[in-house]
């Protein structure tokens, strides 16, 4: 079956750097996207890798192993407004898109 | 505000009411879609329609019943709903179903109770 595994739940202090896991198991690929919820907010899109490596966009970094079936987002200097839900979400090869159950990032002073 | 507009906010009903959910979108996309979220479990994906016409039906029940009269408006239209139903109901929309660089933009949601 197809699945994706991401913590449910992390802790990390303002002004640090925390890294999100992902990892996918899906029949074929078609690219890999980080969103982010606040809570009572809808999701919004951070990041897609559909290629190996390391894609950077300020503050956040999105990294992608097609050959592990794994991803990260690297979220650096915290902010107490990155308090938020992170999903994770790999594209199949019927570019259906399979999600996972969201990581909850808590942000501490 | 992300250009995906959802109506009610919140909702509660009964188990033998009828009502509706609408989603708005003003971002010219040609996609919409329902999703269900319920509290730590993954997006389920309910109805898809490209170019006003249902592609994706996931084996939703009866009860949820969807409409797409044109490309900017999305219903779900809710009869006889079950407590296990209560849930947040996003709506999406893209530029279109498939491709893989397809972003989906969110609205906000409508948390539905059903009593």
């Known amino acids: 079956g197809q699945n994706i595994d991401q913590p449910t739940e992390m802790t990390a202090t303002e002004g640090a750097i925390v890294q999100i896991n992902c990892t996918y198991q899906t029949s074929g690929f078609n690219g890999l996207f980080w969103y982010q919820q606040h809570a009572g907010e809808a999701p919004t899109f951070l990041s897609y890798?559909?290629l190996d490596g390391l894609e950077e966009k300020g503050r956040f970094s999105s990294f992608l192993s097609r050959s592990k079936g794994y991803s990260y987002l690297l979220l650096k200097e915290l902010q107490m407004k990155d308090s938020a839900s992170y999903l994770c979400?790999?594209?199949?090869?019927?570019?259906?898109?399979?999600w996972g159950a969201g990581t909850k990032l808590i942000i501490k002073p | 505000e992300t250009g995906v507009t959802q109506t009610p906010r919140h909702l509660v009903m009964g188990m033998t009411n009828k009502k509706s959910l609408k989603c708005e979108q003003h971002?010219?996309?040609?996609?919409m879609y329902w999703y269900k979220q319920s509290a730590k479990k993954p997006l389920e994906l309910m109805f898809v329609?490209?170019?006003?016409?249902?592609?994706e039906n996931n084996s939703v029940p009866s009860r949820f019943s969807p409409e797409c009269p044109n490309s900017s408006h999305l219903f779900l239209h809710l009869h006889t709903l079950q407590p296990e139903d209560s849930a947040l109901y996003l709506c999406a929309s893209s530029q279109e179903q498939s491709s893989g660089a397809n972003v989906l933009t969110f609205g906000a949601g409508s948390r539905l109770t059903v009593l």
């Open positions: 890798n559909v």
């Open positions: 979400a790999a594209k199949d090869s019927n570019y259906q898109l399979i």
């Open positions: 971002l010219g996309h040609n996609a």
């Open positions: 329609y490209n170019f006003k016409e249902q592609t």
